[in-house]
């Protein structure tokens, strides 16, 4: 029961992944984003949102990584 359950999950997770990226992709108008001094170049409000993405599951990847790690070791 639980392989289907876990199944289930990943293929509604594609699903949802497919539709966002779909929107995305119809978000081509380019932009410029600017933070005090620094400007950015110019790209499609899809390739920042998929910038975001990426860099938000690499970062909670990391972050769980450390937590795990440090859950893990032996305290002295």
Known sequence: MSWIKKQLVKVSLAVIFLVVAVIASEN????????????????????????????????GNLSRTWSNLRRKSPEP
């Open 28 to 59: 081509s108008d380019a932009v410029q984003l600017r933070f005090l001094d620094y400007e950015s170049p110019q790209w499609p409000v899809s390739w920042w949102l998929l910038a975001v993405f990426v860099l938000g599951f690499v970062l």
